[in-house]
């Protein structure tokens, strides 16, 4: 059975940064697209960076383009969401996101199996 269990989160003063974490287990890590995505109260969860099986490729919301960065470990399991520059804007519950594709894959949809998600928290 496949576990993401994300870490990470938490409150940080705008313009500042923070990591996340998300670990895998249950299944081979390497061979699927990765996402992280975002969901702020009242809203739907939206699309924030994806990254392809081997690392290879990345795709960014166009809100977190330039500020965000996202990466893998395979040999760790382990995906990763650098954060920079953040605004009160990006406060939402981050999840992570194993896709059904080995390429970037933006669509939510086609995500099959997601974590519990850790909340980020940016105060003004």
């Known amino acids: 059975q496949v576990q993401l269990v994300e870490s990470g989160g938490g409150l940080v003063q705008a313009g500042g940064s923070l990591r996340l974490s998300c670990a895998a287990s249950?299944?081979?890590?390497?061979?699927?697209?990765m996402g992280w995505f975002r969901q702020a109260p009242g809203k739907e969860r939206e699309f924030v960076a994806t990254?392809?099986?081997?690392?290879?490729?990345?795709a960014y919301a166009d809100s977190v383009k330039g500020r965000f960065t996202i990466s893998r470990d395979n040999a760790k399991n382990t995906l990763y969401l650098q954060m920079n520059n953040l605004s009160p804007e990006d406060t939402a519950v981050y999840y992570c996101?194993?896709?059904?594709?080995?390429?970037?894959?933006?669509?939510?949809?086609?995500?099959?199996?997601w974590g519990q998600g850790t909340q980020v928290t940016v105060s003004s």
């Open positions: 996101a194993r896709s059904s594709t080995s390429g970037i894959n933006t669509n939510k949809g086609t995500y099959a199996y």
């Open positions: 249950g299944s081979i890590f390497g061979i699927n697209a």
């Open positions: 990254i392809s099986w081997n690392g290879g490729s990345t």
